[in-house]
């Protein structure tokens, strides 16, 4: 029932920004975590950043200091800043939503994915 609907990919040249937005619809359901994965061809899907029910945030030690996650006002949201982008950050990006609901279930969200190339 959950969608996770994400924007802001494309083709940038190295050293430009991206800004990534994920924005989850169709359910009530706050999100506890909210977060970016990414997975180039050929590659193991790796956790980029990741923004918990608070403000706390965890990057990936490639992205640190280039790469910003936020969260909006609106709990469902989040925001994926990226700077100083390099060739190896060319991957799809995924975005991701846990809600931890009753009996300590895990419900798991992905969106369909945005695809980011750097050129180098």
């Known amino acids: 029932q959950v969608q996770l609907v994400e924007s802001g990919g494309g083709l940038v040249q190295a050293g430009g920004s991206l800004r990534l937005s994920c924005a989850a619809s169709?359910?009530?359901?706050?999100?506890?975590?909210m977060g970016w994965y990414r997975q180039a061809p050929g590659k193991q899907r790796e956790l980029v950043a990741v923004?918990?029910?608070?403000?706390?945030?965890n990057y990936a030690d490639s992205v640190k200091g280039r790469f910003t996650l936020s969260r909006a006002d609106a709990r469902n949201t989040v925001y994926l800043q990226m700077n100083s982008l390099k060739a190896e950050d060319t991957a799809t990006y995924y975005c991701?939503?846990?809600?931890?609901?009753?009996?300590?279930?895990?419900?798991?969200?992905w969106g369909q994915g945005t695809q980011v190339t750097v050129s180098s």
């Open positions: 923004i918990t029910s608070g403000t706390s945030t």
């Open positions: 169709g359910s009530m359901l706050s999100m506890n975590t």
């Open positions: 991701n939503a846990v809600h931890l609901g009753a009996f300590g279930l895990r419900y798991d969200y």
